[in-house]
């Protein structure tokens, strides 16, 4: 079964600098979909961005961007000018391939603070 | 964008009662669905996953005598907390598909669930 790691229970970073959150991930599959949510403090799940394990490039969404190691399995969010909006739980997630549907494994989540 | 409804956002009831949780999708027909539990500041548990037209899929360890999920219509996904107790206490949340081979990144804003 696909597992989830996330080794950070919570990170602070000061408002307009860069945080990286890590994640790493466990799966026997060649093809599959990582994701990172944020899930502010109204609990609404909201994607911030998503790859591809075919595509060597990383992705990219405005000030959030990925490094996506496949060989190491690691796939780590890099939030760039820090804003106090960004203050959430972020969750990792891998999109596995079921019978129905496409179900997602999520890791324990990492807190972020931001400070102004 | 595609909007997931769900129904309550927060239910207070008795021990021994039954509570209903309803996920509709908006837009968009889903014809898979899925239900979390979530409890505070951990992840998102996947209860089970629903099919339009078929018996829902349970994850090890969920109680389908429990946890009735019905999935009737292409819109409409409900789960059934039967004779709840304190103990089922927690944070809801429904995600949907458009169709068998998408990944769920529609969720819905999720139901706070006490039982006094």
């Known amino acids: 079964a696909q597992t989830v790691t996330q080794s950070q229970p919570e990170m602070s970073v000061q408002e307009a600098e860069t945080v990286t959150l890590s994640c790493t991930y466990d799966?026997?599959?060649?093809?599959?979909?990582l994701f990172w949510y944020k899930q502010p403090p109204s609990r609404q799940m909201i994607l911030v961005i998503r790859q591809e394990a075919y595509k060597q490039q990383n992705a990219t969404e405005n000030r959030f961007s990925v490094n996506f190691q496949k060989a190491a399995k690691s796939f780590s969010l890099k939030i760039s000018d820090s804003q106090l909006g960004d203050a959430a739980m972020y969750f990792c997630a891998y999109r596995t391939v079921m019978e129905y549907g496409n179900k997602l494994v999520f890791g324990a989540g990492t807190i972020l603070r931001v400070k102004s | 964008g595609a909007v997931v409804s769900q129904h309550p956002s927060w239910v207070i009831c008795k021990s021994g009662t039954s509570v209903k949780i309803e996920c509709r999708s908006l837009d968009f027909q889903a014809t898979t669905m899925f239900w979390y539990r979530q409890f505070p500041k951990q992840s998102l548990m996947l209860m089970a996953t629903?099919?339009?037209?078929?018996?829902?899929?349970?994850e090890q360890g969920v109680e389908k005598d429990k946890f009735l999920i019905n999935h009737a219509s292409l819109t409409l996904s409900t789960l059934t907390v039967t004779s709840a107790h304190p103990e089922d206490s927690s944070f809801y949340i429904c995600?949907?598909?458009?169709?068998?081979?998408?990944?769920?990144?529609?969720f819905g804003d999720g139901t706070r669930l006490s039982i006094l």
């Open positions: 629903s099919n339009e037209g078929s018996k829902a899929t349970y």
């Open positions: 995600s949907a598909g458009r169709d068998r081979g998408e990944q769920p990144q529609h």
């Open positions: 799966t026997s599959e060649s093809d599959y979909y």
